[in-house]
């Protein structure tokens, strides 16, 4: 064992980390490091850490076996009861199968007030592991070095002539610009975001910003609807891109989006600086959005359907997902079954939202937003949605009070504490199924791949804490 964590410590060091962008990494050799520091915390500290943990699952799974063995229960629930009854008096624990089937279980007999502290425990046991791993991994890194490597140039999903033929076919006034070179954005998993620089200028500007798919189906509204999102958002005055032409697929190319050029830096994930009237500008921006009539937005999911009926069936279809994916975590099961039993909190006032406002997906300059970006998981729903998003950058940026402040200047109404915590696991619970899908099958150039994969190596641990701590798992 010592001999393989020595191994990996020296193949580590051949690659360069830029340690300030732990969060979202942008290059290969970020990435392969941060997967070889995890290797390297599951052969050696983590191993029983991860023992204990399954000590725990199982006396949990023959307490909850015992005590709902003989009772009268549903044919689901004795098919699933019989399963692990089975896997407890084998001659050798298959661990994977434990934990694949405390997943099952907590799903299948929710509601059931006797089995509820045992599945409880159960969700425990995976919670308290996940935050000794997560201080392990972060004592791993704590010491790399802040070396700046090169950044990965990806290649773009549709070309140059592509883009402005497919311009030019919509109606946009191309003017005989020519394409100089495109820049790939690198972070998107369905989507993928280039910015054109023209040699020969249009009238739009030296530059501007193509939205195209990706072909990958993790989440996320068509092209299409996104433009029509984002037009009703610039004509009401948000700082959204404006839009300039819709393409629909042809010849083979994917559907694309063209907007304006937006200066401005994002501000990252959580930012690093302090602006207390940036962050007032951010809540009365999401006002704005939260006041635009719901009337404009008819493509818009959830336009048609009661919040809490199109938030049942989003749960049913992200459990779906998590679990094709692979989805065996206890956490993410219980986090599933606290919202269906909260479910008539999410119903209220309807608005549309963002659906992950927060500091990644806007720009600034000079204390000033630029633009709010990426508006693919935009739908009709309480405005409470997107304040679950926010976590911690109201107050890493400035204060929750300056944001609200701004908010309920732009005729926004703050929600409840409860209704806020429930949108809290909520939005923590969507990420968590979202990050499980591209553990499971990364999207995308092999440079991504690694870029994604290191970034659910950094956020799942972080958005599992949390979820613990919302639903009372700590």
Not at 45 to 70: C, I, Q, V
Not at 323 to 341: H, V
Not at 457 to 474: D, F, H, Q, S
Request: hydrophobic share 45%; net charge negative.
């Amino acid at each position: 064992m010592a001999d393989t964590i020595a191994y990996l410590k020296g193949i580590k060091n051949l690659f360069e980390v830029d340690q300030s962008t732990w969060f979202q990494p942008r290059n290969r050799e970020h990435a392969a490091r941060a997967i070889i520091s995890s290797l390297i915390v599951e052969a050696g500290k983590a191993a029983p850490l991860r023992e204990r943990a399954a000590k725990a699952r199982l006396a949990g799974l023959k307490a909850l076996h015992g005590e709902l063995a003989g009772s009268p229960l549903s044919s689901d629930e004795q098919l699933v009861l019989e399963e692990l009854g089975e896997l407890l008096v084998a001659e050798k624990v298959d661990e994977s199968r434990i934990e694949a089937i405390a997943a099952t279980l907590i799903g299948t007999l929710c509601g059931n007030p006797r089995a509820e502290p045992f599945l409880k425990q159960i969700a425990v046991a995976e919670a308290k592991y996940n935050e000794d791993f997560w201080s392990c991994f972060e004592e791993e890194t704590a010491s790399e070095d802040s070396a700046s490597p090169a950044a990965v140039r990806s290649r773009a999903v549709i070309g140059a002539d592509a883009i402005l033929s497919g311009m030019a076919a919509g109606g946009a006034p191309v003017d005989g610009a020519t394409i100089e070179n495109i820049e790939v954005v690198l972070g998107g998993f369905s989507k993928q975001t280039l910015v054109c620089n023209l040699e020969k200028p249009a009238s739009f500007g030296q530059r501007f910003v193509v939205r195209a798919d990706m072909g990958a189906s993790y989440v996320g509204a068509s092209i299409a609807d996104e433009f029509d999102t984002a037009n009703a958002l610039f004509r009401n005055g948000v700082k959204v891109p404006q839009p300039i032409v819709y393409v629909p697929p042809r010849d083979g190319q994917p559907q694309f989006m063209v907007m304006h050029w937006a200066d401005g830096a994002m501000m990252g994930w959580t930012p690093t600086f302090r602006d207390e009237v940036l962050c007032r500008e951010c809540g009365y921006q999401l006002g704005l959005v939260h006041g635009i009539p719901v009337e404009q937005f008819p493509h818009v999911p959830g336009a048609n359907s009661k919040t809490s009926e199109q938030l049942l069936l989003d749960i049913e279809i992200r459990e779906k997902k998590w679990r094709d994916s692979g989805g065996t975590d206890a956490i993410i099961a219980y986090g599933l079954n606290w919202l269906r039993q909260r479910i008539a909190l999410s119903d209220g006032p309807r608005s549309v939202v963002h659906g992950d406002y927060r500091g990644h997906n806007i720009l600034q300059k000079e204390g000033v937003i630029t633009a709010i970006l990426d508006w693919e998981h935009a739908r009709i729903a309480n405005p409470a949605h997107d304040f679950g998003y926010l976590g911690d950058f109201p107050d890493a940026l400035g204060s929750w009070k300056m944001f609200v402040e701004g908010y309920v200047d732009a005729g926004g109404i703050v929600p409840d504490d409860e209704i806020l915590h429930f949108y809290g696991v909520y939005a923590t619970v969507f990420t968590l199924v979202v990050l499980t899908e591209i553990r499971g099958g990364y999207s995308g150039l092999p440079q991504q791949q690694l870029a994604t994969a290191a970034a659910v190596l950094y956020r799942r641990p972080l958005e599992m804490k949390r979820l613990a701590k919302l639903i009372g798992l700590e």
